[in-house]
């Protein structure tokens, strides 16, 4: 976790609205992976990004390898967007991960 | 096309005994991941398999968890014996040539 920090650690939002999400890293990433962990455990990948940015839909995310940060931003929030979000980065060409200790969003009606 | 399999998905145990987890990637893909997953620690990297070759044994971990890839879509994680704090979820993921990482259901492991 003091590798990668992600902020808000929680986050409560009402359906509609949008919000941005935040990962910082003290450890050179090269490569930066999102994921989403929904109610059920499981773990889906959102984004997979070298500098630049991407988006999907509702999501978009950007990484900036200079300033060492990555951010998440979720647009028009679904009650199906709840779950634990994950920020993770590759250093060097090693494909491991680092990952943040997430951050909690409840979508409320 | 089969995404990352895991089995069993629920384990329990007795302190001192021996447990084998089983993962099968994604086909295609060289690389494996064995994460741990607990509330406080969040994921943790167990062992990486590059193209069936261990890259990365874990550290604090090795001495009583060993990963294995006897073959290109099977990897063994055994913990030996289990103690109490290794109650958590594993969790397996592969990804092909280091991008994006998928990641399969999870093993829920208590140990008593």
């Known amino acids: ?109 | 096309d089969a995404g990352v399999t895991q089995t069993p998905r629920h384990e329990v145990a007795e302190k001192g005994q021996t447990i084998i987890l089983k993962c099968e990637p994604v086909s295609g893909h060289n690389d494996l991941f064995w994460y741990r997953q607990t509330k406080i620690q969040g994921l943790e990297l167990l062992s990486y398999f590059r193209s069936k070759s261990l890259m990365e044994d874990g550290g604090a971990f090795k001495d009583r968890f060993k990963a294995e890839m006897l073959n290109s879509s099977f990897s063994t994680l055994k913990i030996q014996p289990t103690e109490p704090k290794d109650s958590a979820v594993y969790l397996c993921a592969s990804s092909l040539e280091g991008a994006e990482q998928f990641f399969g259901p999870g093993t829920r492991l208590t140990v008593l």
């Open chain 1, 1 to 109: 976790g003091d590798k990668v920090k992600q902020s808000p650690s929680a986050l409560s939002l009402q359906e509609g609205t949008n919000s941005a999400l935040r990962c910082n890293f003290s450890i050179a990433a090269t490569t930066v992976q999102w994921f989403l962990q929904n109610p059920r455990g499981s773990l889906i990948n959102l984004f997979y990004l070298v500098p630049g940015t991407k988006e999907n839909g509702r999501l978009k995310s950007a990484f900036d390898s200079k300033e060492s940060y990555s951010t998440l931003h979720i647009r028009d929030a679904q009650l199906e967007d709840s779950g634990t979000y994950f920020c993770a980065g590759e250093t060097g060409n090693t494909g491991k991960l680092i990952f943040g200790l997430g951050t909690t969003l409840q979508v409320q009606p």
